[in-house]
């Protein structure tokens, strides 16, 4: 084993007895050291963690959209615990958040303590753009679960797309394509009772096939649902009963599954 891997191992030990008992002789300092390297040989390496930078790297490079990756290379990398709020509704804020880890929620709360939920985002996607133009934050963006974010100022960002002019297009669509769901989700709360708004949401969540099953991938629980939808958890509760009963939804490994296809009305 090298030796500055020893030396490393023990200078705390040395530091610490030499201030509580005063010097050591050499011949004890060789005993312990030599003592020290056969400790760290039965000792088991250190695990990569996500805050390694080739961890992060490695992230980076998963993301598919060549642009918003070469911008997240210059982003500063940042971490945070599950039910972090990273943006306030109503602030002010020139950054964007291109997540590299974990989920963030964006949502909006009213003062007696409902919210609605305007969507969940995972790895590649970004959020904050709404606010580019120098106005206050429409929404409140808070994480879901730990969460590792590529931060990008407003200066980097318009660096990065005077450099690579097509981005703005990109950015500019994103803003379009998000402006058209909120506009479809005012449309849905406004023109569907619950049990509608219930069948489109379930509808249009990514799934996959087990079996005889339609299982939603996100796990939603019923106060996430009512977030989403703008009701209350007991409603909810009172349609999901009458779907399982009717035998068109059940709970597969704590996922909403679809075990045939939703009546038109309920």
Same mark, same amino acid.
């Given at each position: 084993m090298p030796e500055r891997r020893c030396v490393r191992a023990f200078v705390p030990v040395t530091r610490l007895a030499t201030f509580a008992f005063g010097p050591?002789? &050499?011949?004890?300092?060789? +005993?312990?050291?030599?003592? !020290?390297? !056969? #400790?760290?040989?039965?000792?088991? &390496? +250190?695990?990569?963690?996500? !805050? /390694?930078?080739?961890?992060?790297? #490695? &992230?980076?490079? *998963?993301?598919?959209n060549a642009s918003v990756r070469g911008l997240a290379l210059r982003g500063e990398i940042r971490r945070y615990r599950k039910g972090t709020i990273l943006i306030e509704e109503g602030d002010r804020g020139e950054t964007l958040y291109i997540i590299l880890a974990g989920r963030l929620r964006a949502? !909006?709360? &009213? #003062?007696?303590?409902?919210?609605?939920?305007?969507? /969940?985002?995972?790895?590649?996607?970004?959020?904050? @753009?709404m606010s580019l133009d120098g106005g206050v934050r429409s929404a409140s963006v808070a994480t879901l679960e730990a969460a590792t974010c590529a931060v990008i100022v407003r @200066? /980097?960002?318009?660096?990065?797309? *005077? @450099?690579h002019p097509d981005f703005a297009f990109e950015l500019l669509a994103k803003v379009i394509s998000r402006a058209r769901a909120a506009t479809l989700s005012a449309k849905t709360l406004a023109l569907n009772d619950v049990y509608g708004r219930l069948k489109l949401l379930l509808e249009s969540l990514p799934r996959r096939r087990l079996g005889e099953l339609d299982v939603v991938d996100e796990r939603m629980t019923q106060q996430d649902l009512a977030n989403r939808l703008g009701c209350s958890r007991e409603m909810i509760s009172r349609v999901m009963k009458d779907l399982e009963?009717?035998?068109?939804?059940?709970?597969?490994?704590?996922?909403? #599954?679809?075990? +045939?296809?939703?009546?038109?009305?309920?």
């Open positions: 050591r002789p &050499a011949s004890m300092w060789r +005993r312990r050291r030599t003592l !020290s390297c !056969s #400790a760290a040989l039965t000792m088991p &390496a +250190r695990l990569p963690t996500p !805050s /390694t930078p080739d961890t992060t790297v #490695a &992230a980076i490079q *998963q993301i598919a949502y !909006s709360a &009213a #003062a007696n303590g409902r919210e609605i939920t305007y969507g /969940t985002y995972g790895p590649g996607e970004y959020l904050g @753009e @200066e /980097t960002l318009r660096a990065y797309i *005077q @450099e009963n009717g035998g068109y939804v059940e709970l597969h490994e704590g996922r909403i #599954a679809l075990r +045939r296809t939703l009546p038109a009305r309920w």
